[in-house]
């Protein structure tokens, strides 16, 4: 594992690369300036002096970090399995690729421009790179958590779709589909992806885990543990000898939908 890279020297690179692939990205990523701002918890760096923008940075992979360690000490991964993301401006924070999270410190923060041009650090990003950054061009995600979960995991080798087990469905935009199986870290993986997110804020990967995003990282972490836990309803339910659950009509999912956007409390 390689620590201790010139904090400096990887934010400068940041600036110039963010410079040069500025007027390349064009049309491509104009829409970006319509979005939400940056995650929760993380400084919008647009226009904002050197030192603001370090101190985002550092604060935004320390948010990075804390969430990562979660989805292993949540047992929704094992080992150096699944990764997680969250964009600042135009660059993409992301879990190094083989470095266990316990073992991530603030001088090993890895950045990437939308185009997968790495921007900030010396460790490689993630091997499932192609995903995180798909979902970034196409939606309106700040912040992405893939996970190898048990669960969700077993449901996607039995169904395309995961039943509705439980009106949290409604959270992540309706039922659950199921991305067909491709490669990991392939683009062939990162466009089923996409196409299963259609309209929806979370889905799972056959043979292969799950993929949740949000307007944060805890929203992104709250959807992939709400989508691991259904799953493991709709197991267990469905283990029972002689019955079947009762599964949820549309009509009941849209209702508890249309609620649940009115729920918790508000700013």
Do not use: F
């Not at 992979?61 to 991964?77: F, I, K, N, S």
């Not at 799950?210 to 267990?236: F, I, K, N, P």
């Amino acid at each position: 594992m390689t620590d201790g890279h010139d904090a400096r020297d990887g934010q400068d690179r940041l600036d110039e690369a963010e410079r040069g692939a500025g007027d390349a990205r064009g049309d491509r990523h104009g829409r970006d300036d319509e979005r939400e701002g940056p995650a929760a918890g993380a400084a919008d760096v647009t226009g904002q002096g050197q030192g603001a923008r370090d101190a985002a940075i550092a604060a935004t992979w320390e948010e990075l970090v804390t969430t990562a360690r979660r989805t292993v000490t949540d047992g929704l991964v094992v080992g150096t399995s699944g990764n997680v993301s969250v964009r600042v401006g135009d660059t993409v924070l992301v879990t190094p690729t083989g470095v266990p999270y316990d073992r991530l410190k603030p001088s090993d923060a890895v950045g990437v421009d939308l185009d997968g041009r790495q921007v900030l650090g010396s460790l490689r990003p993630t091997s499932e790179l192609p995903m995180h950054l798909t979902v970034y061009r196409e939606t309106d995600a700040r912040a992405v958590v893939h996970t190898h979960a048990a669960h969700a995991t077993a449901v996607s080798t039995l169904v395309p779709e995961l039943p509705l087990i439980h009106y949290m469905a409604g959270a992540v935009g309706g039922p659950v589909r199921v991305a067909p199986y491709a490669t990991y870290g392939t683009p062939e993986l990162a466009a089923n992806v996409l196409r299963a997110l259609d309209g929806r804020a979370a889905c799972l990967l056959q043979n292969h885990g799950t993929l949740a995003h949000g307007a944060s990282l805890d929203q992104a972490y709250d959807r992939t543990a709400q989508l691991e836990w259904m799953c493991r309803v709709w197991l267990l339910a469905s283990s029972v000898p002689g019955l079947a659950p009762t599964l949820l009509s549309p009509a009941q999912l849209e209702e508890a939908g249309e609620r649940l956007r009115g729920y918790g409390q508000r700013d």
